[in-house]
């Protein structure tokens, strides 16, 4: 069965700490992979997304890595802002078909606290 | 460029009513799609199209409708609300890349 699993669920830094989010996938046959970010009460926004061949892509201060293998993904936020916090969603494309299925997982909620 | 838009931001309906939640979007996306999303879930495909005329079911289709005239626009039709429809709805589009840019969402409560 195709799932996304992320960890923490939930996540609370002080400003300007550094964190690292998980995902996990068992998706089959795997085109791409994508975090988001979703503010409160705001649609998710595309951050990176990274193919079978690359393992890492960085904008700004988000780096997110993959490691195809082991079908694992991070992504890193260094010198957090208040303006980080929000749910952070790992979503993996499974190719075929007329369309590619997207497959989210249910989120990190990141606090960043003054 | 206003992106995708949805309307309306809110709603609250009795159970067996019936509503339209809008979507639009100015790109000129071929692809687009309507999600929920429920408390602690990740996103669930509830309809998608590929193109104007045609439409295609999800994963959780059940209760909803949608239809395709243009390729401007996507609406997502619920008949006969029921409390499990309460949810946030989110409609996307995509052109022929991998990204898929959503709309700010519908927030509906059925009572």
Redesign the interface.
């Known amino acids: 069965k195709n799932q996304?699993e992320q960890s923490p669920q939930s996540l609370i830094i002080l400003e300007g700490k550094n964190c690292t989010l998980q995902c996990n996938y068992t998706v089959s046959p795997f085109?791409?992979l994508?975090w988001y970010k979703q503010d409160t009460?705001?649609?998710?926004?595309?951050l990176t997304?990274m193919t079978f061949s690359e393992n890492t892509k960085s904008n700004g201060r988000y780096t997110a890595t993959l490691d195809a293998d082991t079908k694992q993904s991070s992504l890193h936020i260094t010198a957090s802002q208040l303006s980080d916090s929000a749910s952070y969603?790992c979503v993996v494309?499974s190719r075929g078909g007329?369309?590619?299925?997207?497959?989210?997982?249910?989120?990190t909620l990141l606090a960043v606290q003054p | 460029n206003a992106g995708v838009t949805q309307t309306p931001k809110f709603r609250i309906l009795k159970i067996g009513q019936s509503m339209t939640l809008q979507c639009a979007q100015d790109m000129n996306h071929n692809y687009m799609y309507w999600y929920r999303q429920d408390p602690g879930m990740g996103l669930k495909l509830i309809y998608y199209s590929v193109g104007a005329g045609i439409t295609d079911k999800g994963e959780v289709p059940n209760g909803y409708n949608v239809s395709r005239s243009t390729t401007e626009d996507f609406p997502l039709r619920l008949e006969l609300a029921a409390p499990s429809q309460t949810s946030v709805y989110f409609c996307a589009s995509r052109s022929q890349g991998y990204e898929q840019f959503f709309g700010p969402g519908t927030r509906l409560t059925v009572l």
Request: no cysteine; aromatic share 4%; glycine share 18%.
């Open positions: 996304v085109s791409n994508r009460g705001r649609g998710p926004v595309s997304i969603i494309t007329a369309t590619n299925k997207l497959i989210f997982g249910t989120g």
